[in-house]
């Protein structure tokens, strides 16, 4: 029947849309979850975000059409009385609340920041003991990596200035180094999950 057709395909849209976001959904779960470590299991995902979105609305966009295009005389038929009275989970307002949540999973990575706290930085105690590097990282995908990253430094004491950007594949900071070094900011990375490539010195 048209109605088990189009909740497959609803059904379907959505976990493609939910896999499509994978990179970006499991940082903020491993925040809340206290597990940092897994933050970026899931990065490898992000090369095949497109391929993923595109088939979510291919998906979609079929299950409403099956969902709206008019019935043929044969499937008028064929209609039974269960199919008269449609359950809510064969109605078109479970279609459209699936095609809301799944619009949601896939722009995910343009809000997932809002999820993590303010980042307090305890600042540099010491001017003449400051020291800046920049920091090249492997496996950030959106704005929420960023934060995760954000989030795992600041715990460090004496950090002063903090950016991290997911499109450079870097970090940048600034420290006081008698109270943090580099190798702390380095196992601050690494515990997220994301790598640390490379490390330059810009003082």
Same mark, same amino acid.
């Not at 939910?18 to 903020?28: E, K, R």
């Not at 989030?151 to 950007?165: Q, R």
């Given at each position: 029947?048209?109605?088990?057709?189009?909740?497959?395909?609803?059904?379907?849209?959505?976990?493609?849309?939910?896999?499509?976001?994978?990179?970006?959904?499991?940082?903020?779960?491993?925040?809340?979850?206290?597990?940092?470590?897994?933050?970026?299991?899931?990065?490898?995902?992000?090369?095949?975000?497109?391929?993923?979105?595109?088939?979510?609305?291919?998906?979609?966009?079929?299950?409403?059409?099956?969902?709206?295009?008019?019935?043929?005389?044969?499937?008028?038929?064929?209609?039974?009385?269960?199919?008269?009275?449609?359950?809510?989970?064969?109605?078109?307002?479970?279609? !459209?609340?699936?095609?809301?949540?799944?619009?949601?999973?896939?722009?995910?990575?343009?809000?997932?920041?809002?999820?993590?706290?303010?980042?307090?930085?305890?600042?540099?105690?010491?001017?003449?003991?400051?020291?800046?590097?920049?920091?090249?990282?492997?496996?950030?995908?959106?704005?929420?990596?960023?934060?995760?990253?954000?989030?795992?430094? !600041?715990?460090?004491?004496?950090?002063?200035?903090?950016?991290?950007?997911?499109?450079?594949?870097?970090?940048?900071?600034?420290?006081?180094?008698?109270?943090?070094?580099?190798?702390?900011?380095?196992?601050?990375?690494?515990?997220?999950?994301?790598?640390?490539?490379?490390?330059?010195?810009?003082?």
């Amino acid at each position: 029947m048209n109605t088990k057709k189009t909740n497959s395909l609803a059904v379907t849209s959505l976990l493609t849309a939910i896999s499509a976001s994978l990179c970006c959904i499991t940082p903020v779960l491993a925040l809340l979850a206290g597990s940092t470590g897994i933050a970026a299991t899931f990065s490898w995902v992000e090369p095949f975000r497109p391929w993923l979105i595109g088939f979510t609305i291919f998906v979609l966009a079929f299950a409403w059409y099956q969902k709206l295009r008019p019935r043929t005389s044969e499937e008028i038929e064929c209609t039974c009385e269960e199919d008269e009275q449609p359950s809510f989970w064969q109605s078109k307002k479970f279609l !459209g609340l699936i095609t809301v949540f799944a619009t949601l999973m896939i722009v995910f990575p343009y809000y997932a920041d809002g999820f993590y706290p303010e980042t307090n930085l305890s600042g540099v105690e010491n001017v003449n003991q400051q020291t800046s590097y920049e920091i090249s990282i492997k496996g950030m995908t959106c704005t929420g990596c960023e934060e995760h990253v954000k989030v795992e430094i !600041g715990k460090l004491e004496g950090i002063s200035t903090l950016e991290v950007s997911y499109e450079q594949a870097n970090a940048v900071v600034t420290f006081d180094k008698s109270l943090t070094d580099i190798n702390q900011v380095k196992a601050a990375i690494n515990n997220t999950g994301y790598k640390v490539e490379s490390t330059n010195k810009s003082e």
